[in-house]
């Protein structure tokens, strides 16, 4: 039976580069030294711990198990901490047996965990990847349940219409993991319902519908609202409301006044500002390229020229969002943030933030610019290109001549005909671009927001799904093939035989193998470190990927799908395959993710506010601007369907984009209303009166009322009850009050009321 390891720390011991001779010996003395003063930490925290070679040269994985005394010394404080902070607990003065009630899996590793990386001032060892005192620990992460991983997929795959329950990923990888597949799951059945209402719209009413819309935003408000009050009922189930207030603090923490901490908060705004500015100026670029530029190129290689808006795209976007997240990590470490959850938070809005515009600001230029004002940005375009005498218009046909005069005769005779521009002037290079403003304005598509919507709620989710599942298997195998070792699909987290790799596996000897029972238990051991190496080497899970997926999906939907109704079909089919993917990657492609307690998805629930919002503008101003304005239902579906972007055909788009803009101002309004009635209506109906209610009142006070009883403290009602009991053992039955000294007072001993109701009775 393999040993049973807790915890993994991944300790560096040389930095991976060539050393002189007095600078390895230096490296290494300090290595020692840290590592020497690891083990000790640990070992002085009642943990065991022993260090093991890694994979990679200059690499030791310190596996740490925690023994049973010192987990109920961790469940204890637990529970007083729990009990100070308001958390739901029971008899917080008991010892709490744990072999007749263990601690599920999750709540062991998140105490071990907690305990390991918290800092010294808050009962912790300190040891925090990160850290100033510990910088060659470079990460601490928790084993894979193969058991649980292959019965888990296993339920995905029987049930193959249905969802499973998630009671046992609570169990296993905690609150937050248990949350996120809680909100996809809750999001994906919500979905049915506005895929029902878009198929009918689809194929029955008109494009850009007033009454799908209304449904639409209507079905969005209720679906934000419904799950804040629905994670507000988890986390009274899992007795985790208000596990903010028990949260240690970071250990890269430092103390600072709060208008220091204000201000570099506020620091961080003017450099999202440049970089949203800098990506909002290259996706324009891109988008004018792309929709204008090479619709009027004619010459050789036009069939091609529409890959290159792609390629600038895959260029430069990526590139400027990996610049900008070192800045934003720098950023939100220099904000110096007390907790992990409002590190991750402020790091959230930072990314998600461009994240959003590189998503939306594509399909919003083709609504509000490419069909109001195709026209006259085309013939702008073709100005600006063809009929502007500048020093840098005339160097740029220069050099576009000296380029076609390189091709050969053959490809460029077609183009070589010599005509007149409409000002007189000859044009040898006409023919390589279209420059008759009628037949530019027909290349045009009518049908552009339809094809768009269509790629990010199709193509896109196919191509993620191969990101997440297919590209680390072919990843593998590449890193197989070239580390010597063969060709190997396998899985690095699927069991310890989980490796099937062609190439030779070494066998290493040992000389004090003596006995059968010797060798079987180093072969069992050398295959857990195996399996323990081949974790290592996998990546960390982050929630917020998958979350930035659901959300930006989220917001196709409740911004743009009144284009396309179809798109919330094709987001229900991707997300009952994104339920089981994700189980999938978690499972195979990443590290165990460390448990952690939470009561909300944070952030993410005031981005999905953010943008039902937003939809309530977005349709506003679509329907105003595209929906047909005469009664006849155009010929096919909306996918083919031309925009009417001109109420009149006489209409000014200026005039016309500035009415719109109103409407959806006033929207917006319209937004603020709707959402009041639907969260008072959903907080009567699932809120109010339900037992989670009840439930989170009674907790405020059982818990208080057990401890005074521990403590043998009488409360009013056991007090009231002596007091009864003493007055009825008295003679008379009654009990009074003692005086001043010690006598009874004739004041409280003699009543007038029943002498004053009977004389008025017999005046009566």
């Known amino acids: ?73 961790l469940v204890q404080r637990e529970r007083y901490s729990d009990f100070l902070c308001g958390l739901p607990t029971t008899n917080p003065t008991g010892t709490r047996d744990l072999a007749a009630d263990p601690p599920t899996p999750a709540d062991r590793l998140r105490l071990i965990h907690t305990y390991v990386t918290s800092r010294p001032e808050d009962g912790g060892l300190g040891v925090a990847p990160g850290s100033s005192n510990w910088d060659r620990v470079e990460s601490v992460l928790v084993l894979h349940d193969h058991a649980f991983n292959e019965a888990w997929i296993r339920a995905w795959t029987t049930r193959q219409l249905g969802f499973v329950k998630f009671d046992k990923i609570r169990e296993q990888f905690g609150e937050a993991v248990a949350l996120y597949f809680h909100f996809l799951s809750f999001y994906t059945k919500h979905l049915l319902f506005i895929s029902a209402v878009g198929v009918l719209f689809y194929f029955v009413s008109l494009p850009y519908s007033t009454l799908y819309s209304s449904i639409l935003l209507l079905w969005s408000v209720t679906f934000v609202e ?87 795209f895959a260029a430069l976007v990526p590139r400027l969002l990996a610049i900008y997240h070192s800045y934003a990590v720098r950023l939100t470490n220099w904000e110096n943030h007390g907790h992990q959850s409002t590190h991750d938070a402020s790091l959230t809005i930072k990314t998600f933030s461009l994240s959003a515009i590189v998503a939306y600001l594509g399909i919003a230029l083709s609504a509000f610019v490419y069909v109001p004002f195709g026209e006259e940005v085309m013939a702008a375009v073709q100005h600006y290109l063809f009929y502007r005498d500048t020093p840098f218009h005339a160097t740029a046909r220069t050099w576009l001549s000296s380029v076609f005069s390189a091709l050969p005769q053959n490809v460029t005779a077609p183009f070589n005909a010599t005509a007149e521009s409409k000002d007189g002037r000859p044009s040898s290079n006409r023919t390589f671009w279209e420059l008759d403003t009628g037949s530019a304005r027909g290349k045009l598509s009518s049908t552009r927001l339809q094809d768009q919507m269509f790629a990010f709620t199709v193509t896109n989710q196919v191509i993620n799904t191969f990101l997440e599942i297919g590209l680390p298997f072919v990843m593998r195998a ?34 004090d193998q003596t006995g059968e029972a010797v060798a079987e238990d180093q072969e069992e051991e050398r295959e857990f470190l195996e399996r323990v190496k081949r974790e290592v080497a996998l990546p960390d899970y982050e929630l917020f990927a ?6 930006t999906q989220f917001g196709y939907v409740a911004l743009w799908s009144t284009i396309w109704p179809l798109a919330p079909v094709m987001s229900l089919l991707n997300n009952w395959l994104e339920l089981r993917s994700d189980a999938f990657k978690i499972t195979v492609h990443v590290r165990r993710p460390i448990p952690t307690r939470t009561d909300t998805i944070g952030p993410w629930l005031d981005t999905l506010t953010f943008l039902t919002w937003l939809g309530a503008l977005t349709n ?145």
């Open 1 to 73: 039976m393999p040993p049973q390891v807790d915890l993994v720390l991944v300790f560096r011991s040389s930095p991976g580069k060539v050393l002189s001779k007095p600078q390895a010996r230096e490296n290494a003395r300090q290595a020692a030294q840290q590592y020497t003063r690891l083990l000790d930490v640990l070992k002085n925290g009642r943990l065991h711990a022993v260090g093991k070679r890694g994979e990679k040269e200059g690499q030791l994985l310190v596996l740490v198990h925690c023994p049973e005394s010192t987990l109920t010394r």
């Open 620 to 764: 506003s101003a679509l329907v105003y601007l595209f929906r047909p304005r005469d009664q006849c239902k155009p010929l096919g579906t909306s996918l083919s369907h031309a925009h009417h972007h001109l109420s009149t055909p006489h209409a000014a788009p200026q005039e016309y984009l500035m009415s719109a803009l109103l409407i959806a101002l006033g929207a917006s309004h319209g937004y603020i209303l709707l959402r009041m009635f639907v969260r008072h209506t959903l907080e009567r109906m699932l809120w109010r009166g339900s037992k989670e209610e009840r439930e989170a009142e009674r907790v405020e006070t059982v818990v208080k009322e057990q401890y005074l009883r521990s403590l043998g403290v009488a409360d009013v009602v056991s007090a009231e009850d002596r007091d009864k009991a003493q007055a009825a053992e008295s003679p008379t039955g009654e009990r009074s009050a003692p005086g001043p000294e010690g006598e009874f007072s004739a004041f409280w001993s003699r009543d007038e009321g029943l002498d004053e109701l009977t004389r008025g009775t017999k005046e009566a």
């Open 478 to 511: 590449v890193t197989s093939l070239r580390s010597g070792k063969g060709l190997s699909l396998a899985a690095p987290a699927a069991g310890a035989n989980g490796g099937n790799s062609n190439g030779k596996k070494k066998r290493v000897m040992f000389e």
């Open 546 to 551: 998958d979350y930035s997926e659901m959300v």
């Open 226 to 312: 419904w799950w804040r009050i629905k994670q507000r009922i988890l986390s009274v189930r899992w007795g985790t409301k208000g596990s903010f207030r028990v949260e240690k603090r970071r250990a890269q923490y430092t103390p600072l006044s709060w208008w220091k901490k204000d201000l570099r908060m506020l620091a961080s705004l003017p450099v999202i500002l440049l970089f949203a500015s800098v990506l909002a100026v290259i996706l324009t670029a891109i988008f004018i390229f792309e929709a204008f530029v090479t619709q009027l190129y004619t010459g050789p290689g036009h069939r091609f020229i529409g890959f290159s808006p792609t390629i600038l």
